[in-house]
C-alpha cells in the first residue's frame, strides 16, 4: 500500500529513485511520499506462567492471534497507548511495563508499514473481557502458544525469542 497522489496538493506521484530506494515524488509541488512505519505498542503479557494472547476481530489477519496493542494516537506516547489498548481490547490495567524492544512488520500482506513497541507487561489482576477490535482473549501455556497461528511474522518471532529466554 501506497500513496498515488500527493498529500500537499493532490497532484499525482510520480516514481522517483532516491538514495538507492524508490519513493513517490509529486510532480507539481515536489512532495515526496517516504512511506514511513506508523507507531504502535503490543504487549507481551505473563500471569502464572501463561501469555496472553488475543484473537483478532477484524481485517487483516481476523480470526488469528496476535500480542494486545495497537496504534498509538496522534500527540500519544507508547506506554500511553499501551495502557489504552489493554484497557479497550481485554479490560486489563497496566503494571510494570518494561520495554522489550522494536519489531517491524506490514499491516497484512500489501499493507502499509507498522513499527511496534514491544512491551513485557505485568497486568494488573483482573477479569479478561474482550472488546473493541478483539472477539476473545485467552491465557496460553508458554508451552502451549500457537505460534502457527499468530497474525504476524515479526510478533511470532519476537515472542518466540522471548518465551525461549533469548
Do not use: H, Q
Not at 99 to 109: C, E, M, N, S
Not at 126 to 143: I, T
Amino acid at each position: 500500500m501506497t500513496a498515488r497522489f500527493c498529500l500537499a496538493c493532490g497532484g499525482r506521484l510520480a516514481p522517483v529513485r532516491e538514495t538507492g530506494r524508490v519513493r513517490g515524488r509529486c510532480r507539481r509541488c515536489g512532495w515526496t511520499f517516504y512511506g514511513n512505519p506508523v507507531p504502535a505498542a503490543v504487549a507481551v503479557v505473563e500471569r502464572g506462567g501463561r501469555v496472553l494472547l488475543v484473537r483478532r476481530a477484524r481485517p487483516p489477519y481476523a480470526g488469528t492471534w496476535d500480542l494486545p496493542g495497537g496504534f498509538l494516537e496522534a500527540g500519544e506516547l507508547p506506554a500511553a497507548c499501551l495502557a489504552r489498548e489493554l484497557r479497550e481490547e481485554v479490560g486489563l490495567r497496566v503494571r510494570r511495563a518494561r520495554l522489550l524492544g522494536f519489531a517491524t512488520d506490514r499491516y497484512g500482506p500489501k499493507g502499509f508499514p507498522v513499527l511496534a513497541a514491544v512491551y513485557r507487561v505485568g497486568a494488573a489482576v483482573g477479569r479478561l473481557s474482550a472488546a473493541d477490535d478483539v472477539s476473545e482473549a485467552r491465557w496460553f501455556p508458554r508451552r502451549a502458544v500457537p505460534f502457527g497461528a499468530i497474525a504476524f511474522p515479526s510478533m511470532r518471532r519476537l515472542l518466540r525469542r522471548y518465551l525461549s529466554g533469548r
